[in-house]
Structure formats: structure tokens, C-alpha cells
């Protein structure tokens, strides 16, 4: 497994913007696709964005395409979720997780897909 922590979680305004930042340990941290999730009380952990280890794809649930953007920095062992126009349906707990195996797009989505996961950072978003 790979520690992952995540940080940036916090209060925001409907309309709002988050940076979520996500810190992995170890040396191989450029080998792996990192994923995003989030949990909110009552409801399944579902899919928010995903990208690939090189940075140049990624991949998003349709209810934050064109709102949120993933990114990372291989140098910082670091991925990040950049959230604009948040709304109170965003709010949840957030989740990063490493995909070491390499799975295709089409598992991104997918908990299976990722055998590492942070503990979480909550967003709460103010209507």
C-alpha cells in the first residue's frame, strides 16, 4: 500500500473554490494513476476524477466535468483537485487513491481499480 494524505478539505460558500491537495510517500509514486472519490453521509463512495501517471489524461464523473480539474506534480509526489462553482451537492468526504496495477480508462472509475486510499478530507459547502 501507498500512504496517501490528503489536506484542504474545509468551509466554503456555494460557488465557492477548493484546492484538495494529496501527499504520497515512496519513489514510485510517478508509476501510479491517482484517483479522486467522495463519500457524503448515507450514500456510496463514488467516482470524482482520475488521472494517469504521466499527467497527460484524466477523467471525470459527469456531475463535476467542467467545475473540477485533477493534476499532479510527480516531482512533489503530490496530486491535486482543483473544485470551482462548488455546490451543497458537493459536499463530502474526499479521497485520493493510487492505482499501482496501471488499469485501463476504463476501470478509472471503478474502487476496485485502486489498492491504496487516504483517510479523507471533508467538504462542507454553505448554500
Known amino acids: 500500500q501507498v500512504p496517501l494524505v490528503e489536506s484542504g478539505g474545509g468551509l466554503v460558500q456555494a460557488g465557492g473554490s477548493l484546492r484538495l491537495s494529496c501527499a504520497a510517500s515512496g519513489r514510485t509514486f510517478s508509476n501510479y494513476g491517482m484517483g479522486w472519490f467522495r463519500q457524503a453521509p448515507g450514500k456510496e463512495r463514488e467516482f470524482v476524477a482520475a488521472i494517469s501517471w504521466r499527467g497527460g489524461t484524466t477523467y471525470y464523473a459527469d456531475s463535476v466535468k467542467g467545475r473540477f480539474t485533477i493534476s499532479r506534480d510527480n516531482a512533489k509526489n503530490t496530486v491535486y483537485l482543483q473544485m470551482n462553482s462548488l455546490e451543497p451537492e458537493d459536499q463530502a468526504v474526499y479521497y485520493c487513491?493510487?492505482?499501482?496495477?496501471?488499469?485501463?480508462?476504463?476501470?478509472?472509475?471503478?474502487?476496485?481499480?485502486?489498492?491504496?486510499w487516504g483517510l479523507g478530507t471533508q467538504v462542507t459547502v454553505s448554500s
Open positions: 487513491a493510487a492505482d499501482r496495477a496501471g488499469s485501463s480508462i476504463g476501470a478509472w472509475s471503478s474502487r476496485g481499480a485502486y489498492d491504496s
